[in-house]
C-alpha cells in the first residue's frame, strides 16, 4: 500500500481524535473537520477503501448535524419545563408563607390560609382538569406577585379565577370526561361530555388593558368613551399603549389617570398585573394582543371593529352590557392554542437559536422572491414526512384555520381542537393533501443544503427571516394558550363566524314542487 495515502488516513484519524471523540469538543467544530475532510479531493490512484471512508465521513457529517439541531430542539423544551417547575415551585413557596394560625371555637389551633377561599367545587374542578390533559388552573391562573413599582400604592393584588367545564346537561355530568372501558377485552367509551370552558372570578378584576386599532376615528371615539366609563362607573385601572395614552391625552387632561408602559421590561410583566384584555378591531387587534404576552395570557374580549372577524363576536354597540357581564361572571371562554417556533441556524462555527416566538395563527415558509420552488424537507417527531416543492408551506393552529390555510385549500377547524395544521402551498404535485398533525408533536422544517435558493418564514404575517441552505425551522404546541370570551360559547361562536364571515354552504333551497319520487 502507498504510504503517502496511509499517512493521510492516519491524519484524518488524528483529526477525528482531536475534534470531538477524546476531547469532547462541540458537535459544531467535528462536523467542521468532517465536511473539511469529506471535501478534500481524491488522489490519483488511493485506494478503494479510502472512497469508502470519504463516503462515510460524509453520511457522519450529516447525522451530526441531524444531532446538533435535535439538542437545540431538546434545550429549548428542557428550558420551557424548568421554567414552569420554577414558576410552581415559586407559587407554592408564596402560599406556604401565607399560612397563618387561627383558633377554632373549641379552641384548637388550625392552619388557615390568607387569601381567597376556594369552594369544595373548584378543588374538584381542578383537580379534574389536571388529570384529564387540559391543566386550565396551571395554564391561566397567574402568580399573586408585586406590579410596577409606581403603582404598587394602588395595586393590591391580582384578581384571580378558576376555569371548569361545563355540560348542557345535568349538573351531575358537569365534570365527566371521556372515559376508556376495556371490560371483556372491548375497547369502549363508557361516557362523553360537551366540555365548555367557563371562567369564574374568584375576586373581582382590578385592571383592564385596552389596545385599540390605529388610525380608526371610530374606534378612537369608542376608546375614550370605554375609558371613561371603565373608570367611573366600574371604578378599575386602565392601561392602554403609549400611543393611545398620547392621543387621549390631546383630547383632555381628564385622562391623565390612564396609566401605560416606558420599554420592553415592563410589557413583559403586563400579565402580572393585568386581569382583563380588551381589543377595539378586527382578527388582527387579537393577534397584536396576543403578541404582547410571552408567557400567561389574560382572558380577552375582543369587539368587532373589523373587515372580517373570526374571532371577534362582541358588538361595540352594547359594549357596557357586554363588560358588566363579564366583569361579573361567569362567562364562556374558547381556550386558543400557540405554536412555538424556534429559528436553528446552520453555521460554520455555531449552531444559533433564535426564538421562541409564538404565533396565534400560523408561521409560513415560503419562496419569498425566488423564481424557483421551495424544497422543504419535513419531519415529525424526527421521523421524515415529505419533501415540499412549491410555493411554501404553512404551519397552523387550528384559531389560525380560517386564515391564510383556508386560502391555501386546509380545512376549518374547530379552534379548541389541539392540533396543528400542515397545509403546502400551491405544490407541484396532483397528491400532496393537507394534513392535520397531534398537538403533541414537534414539527421541523428544513431547507435542504442543495436547495437552488433561500427560504423565507413568516410569523403571523411578521417578523420575517430568512432560511438559508441547512437552516431550520423547529415547531411545536406552546405552553400558553390565549383564552377569549365568547358571546355564547365556543361552537356557537365558531358557526356563527364561518357562516357570516364566510357564508359557509349558503345557497338557495331547492324548490319543493319539481319532480318527485312514485
Not at 408561521?363 to 424544497?375: K, P
Request: proline share 5%.
Amino acid at each position: 500500500m502507498n504510504p503517502t495515502n496511509l499517512n493521510s488516513k492516519g491524519n484524518a484519524l488524528d483529526l477525528l481524535q482531536e475534534n470531538g471523540y477524546t476531547n469532547f469538543l462541540p458537535l459544531a467544530n467535528s462536523e467542521k473537520v468532517l465536511k473539511e475532510i469529506g471535501e478534500q479531493p481524491l488522489v490519483e490512484g488511493i485506494e478503494d477503501h479510502l472512497v469508502e471512508f470519504s463516503e462515510a465521513m460524509r453520511t457522519v457529517s450529516k447525522v451530526l448535524r441531524q444531532a446538533a439541531e435535535g439538542k437545540a430542539s431538546a434545550q429549548a423544551e428542557a428550558t420551557e419545563w424548568k421554567r414552569k417547575y420554577e414558576m410552581e415551585r415559586e407559587r407554592s413557596l408564596q402560599l406556604e408563607h401565607k399560612v397563618l394560625p387561627s383558633v377554632d371555637h373549641k379552641g384548637n389551633c388550625n392552619e388557615q390560609k390568607v387569601g381567597n377561599p376556594m369552594p369544595e367545587t373548584a378543588e374538584k374542578s381542578q383537580r379534574c382538569c389536571g388529570e384529564n390533559g387540559i391543566c386550565s388552573h396551571e395554564v391561566l391562573r397567574d402568580r399573586e406577585k408585586d406590579s410596577y413599582s409606581n403603582v404598587q400604592t394602588k395595586l393590591t393584588k391580582k384578581a384571580s379565577f378558576k376555569l371548569q367545564w361545563c355540560s348542557k346537561g345535568k349538573k351531575d355530568d358537569q365534570h365527566k370526561h371521556d372515559i376508556v372501558s376495556f371490560e371483556k377485552g372491548n375497547i369502549t367509551t363508557a361516557a362523553r361530555s360537551s366540555k365548555q370552558i367557563s371562567l369564574k372570578w374568584e375576586s373581582p378584576p382590578q385592571t383592564v388593558l385596552i389596545l385599540a386599532k390605529p388610525n380608526s376615528t371610530s374606534v378612537k371615539i369608542l376608546c375614550a368613551e370605554m375609558v371613561r366609563w371603565l373608570k367611573e362607573k366600574r371604578k378599575l385601572n386602565i392601561y392602554v399603549e403609549p400611543r393611545v395614552r398620547t392621543e387621549l391625552l390631546s383630547e383632555s387632561s381628564y385622562y391623565n389617570f390612564v396609566q401605560t408602559w416606558k420599554d420592553d421590561k415592563e410589557i413583559w410583566r403586563l400579565h402580572e398585573i393585568v386581569d382583563l384584555v380588551v381589543t377595539l378591531g378586527g382578527d388582527g387587534t387579537v393577534l397584536w394582543a396576543a403578541s404582547k404576552f410571552k408567557g400567561p395570557v389574560p382572558p380577552i374580549v375582543p369587539f368587532s371593529l373589523g373587515s372580517l372577524g373570526f374571532m371577534t363576536p362582541f358588538y361595540s354597540e352594547r359594549y357596557r352590557e357586554c363588560l358588566k357581564s363579564i366583569l361579573e361572571g361567569p362567562i364562556s371562554i374558547t381556550l386558543r392554542h400557540r405554536l412555538q417556533c424556534h429559528v436553528v441556524r446552520d453555521a460554520a462555527s455555531e449552531f444559533e437559536n433564535e426564538g421562541p416566538i409564538l404565533v396565534l395563527n400560523e408561521v409560513t415558509v415560503d419562496r419569498g422572491i425566488s423564481s424557483f420552488l421551495t424544497n422543504l424537507d419535513c419531519y415529525c417527531d424526527n421521523s421524515f414526512v415529505t419533501c415540499v416543492q412549491g410555493d411554501g408551506l404553512i404551519l397552523s393552529t387550528t384559531s389560525g384555520s380560517t386564515a391564510y390555510s383556508l386560502a391555501a385549500g386546509g380545512s376549518m377547524v374547530h379552534p379548541q381542537v389541539p392540533g396543528i395544521l400542515f397545509t403546502p402551498i400551491c405544490p407541484h404535485s396532483l397528491s400532496f393533501r393537507p394534513l392535520i398533525l397531534p398537538e403533541h408533536v414537534t414539527l421541523r422544517i428544513q431547507v435542504p443544503l442543495n436547495s437552488r435558493g433561500n427560504a423565507w418564514a413568516s410569523f403571523d404575517g411578521k417578523d420575517r427571516k430568512q432560511l438559508a441552505p441547512g437552516d431550520a425551522l423547529v415547531c411545536s404546541m406552546a405552553a400558553w394558550p390565549v383564552p377569549t370570551a365568547c358571546q355564547g360559547d365556543s361552537t356557537s361562536d365558531f358557526l356563527n363566524s364561518i357562516h357570516d364571515g364566510l357564508h359557509w354552504n349558503l345557497r338557495k333551497t331547492q324548490s319543493f314542487d319539481g319532480p318527485q319520487e312514485s
